[in-house]
């Protein structure tokens, strides 16, 4: 028996990728075609940002525990957010969560980690790079980490929420991509983390100047280890 896994949906472009990284990756544990069951809830984006946009991360977490409420209604053993930004608001939930989580910059300081990375870049919304969820969790790993200059770090934001997750991927902003991350490899980043759920849908190893630790999928793949293997 495989668990039930519950997604805490929030943009629909990084869900996506997450949903389609469970169903067809779990086919490498479970044989073809086999994945876990799969539920998943989402508030609108614009209710979200509603809250995030005026730093109300209480806001933001009475969201994602409707959506931990529901998926534990429907039967979810465990529950995962592929959206980076809004575990800014996780501390306000751990604790009376209906079912556990899996924390997504957990899983890619792990990732970092085995793969002895000491420095990385770290790319997400404007709200992600400025705040605590990947300081903390890489700080706890050991390892250093270095945001984009606040010029950067506005247009990254804004090919975020003009571009990215209303599917749109333009080859100005891959290679904008590519230009930043080239220049925090020259100040020492060795990996870098695509830390908003839809960055990788633009950004890959092949067009990485660093390594990339892709949150999206490496919360996906956590997930499916412990569905399968508890």
Same mark, same amino acid.
């Given at each position: ?6 997604? @805490? ?70 529950? $995962? ?22 924390? $997504? ?16 870049? @770290? ?9 605590? @969820? ?8 050991? $390892? ?87």
């Amino acid at each position: 028996m495989t668990q039930h896994i519950g997604i @805490v949906a929030c943009s629909a472009e990084g869900a996506a990728l997450c949903y389609r990284t469970v169903c067809l990756e779990g086919s490498e544990l479970l044989g073809p075609h086999g994945h876990p069951e799969v539920s998943m809830h989402t508030h609108s984006l614009a209710k979200y940002m509603a809250f995030i946009e005026t730093g109300d991360w209480a806001g933001v977490a009475e969201l994602m525990m409707s959506s931990a409420e529901k998926l534990a209604r429907a039967g979810a053993d465990f529950l $995962i957010c592929p959206d980076n930004t809004i575990h800014q608001a996780f501390e306000f939930i751990e604790h009376r969560s209906p079912r556990p989580w899996l924390h $997504i910059a957990q899983e890619v300081a792990c990732e970092a980690k085995r793969n002895h990375f000491r420095r990385l870049a @770290v790319l997400g919304t404007k709200y992600l790079m400025e705040g605590p @969820v990947y300081p903390q969790k890489l700080k706890a790993a050991g $390892i250093d980490h270095k945001i984009p200059d606040a010029l950067q770090r506005e247009r990254i934001n804004q090919i975020i929420f003009d571009e990215l997750v209303n599917a749109q991927f333009l080859p100005r902003s891959q290679a904008y991509f590519t230009e930043v991350i080239r220049g925090m490899k020259d100040d020492g980043c060795d990996a870098v983390v695509l830390g908003c759920t839809e960055i990788p849908l633009i950004v890959n190893a092949e067009n990485s100047p660093l390594p990339p630790l892709d949150s999206t999928r490496l919360l996906a793949r956590a997930a499916l280890r412990k569905a399968v293997e508890g």
